[in-house]
């Protein structure tokens, strides 16, 4: 009897890109709250475009004044860097946030990245986050070395 089993490929496991509570900012800033961040595709494509989707209750209203960050940071190096482009948006005002942004992934992405998802308002010293998420991105480095940005 012929066996078929190892000739249909097996699907390889592939792990979800898990986003988290930021790194906690510097003593004296509040923590902002945690979004919810889902990507597609994913594993993000190096040169593509990524729709993510954020969703999240805030603690405090999101205001004209506050953008929608989503910064790919090389980790490999030190200080970590933003990696080229930064992409921002303008996004509804209230104490929630649904949107999904249609995100330009850098062309060239290092072994091991972070990914940080943050609301901000980067016309105050020092900025207001009000809310955030990351990830590390292709390696074991703890999500503790992904500096707060802002």
Sequence with gaps: MLSIVNAIPHQLLKRKTEFQE??????GIPLPSLL??????DPVVPG????????????????SDYLL???????TIQPPAPIQ????????????V??????????KLPPEY?????????????PDVIGCANTIV???TSIDSLAFPF
């Design 22 to 27: 930021c790194t906690p900012p510097p003593p």
């Design 36 to 41: 919810s961040v889902s990507i597609s595709p």
């Design 48 to 63: 593509g475009t990524d729709a993510f989707t954020i969703t999240g209750t805030l603690t405090k209203p999101i205001t």
């Design 69 to 75: 960050y989503v910064i790919f940071v090389d980790i």
């Design 85 to 96: 482009p930064i992409f921002n948006a303008k996004i509804p005002t209230g104490t929630s």
């Design 98 to 107: 649904n949107v999904v942004e249609n995100v330009p992934v850098p062309a």
């Design 114 to 126: 972070g990914i940080i998802v943050a609301i901000v308002n980067d016309s105050v010293d020092p």
């Design 138 to 140: 292709g390696g074991t």
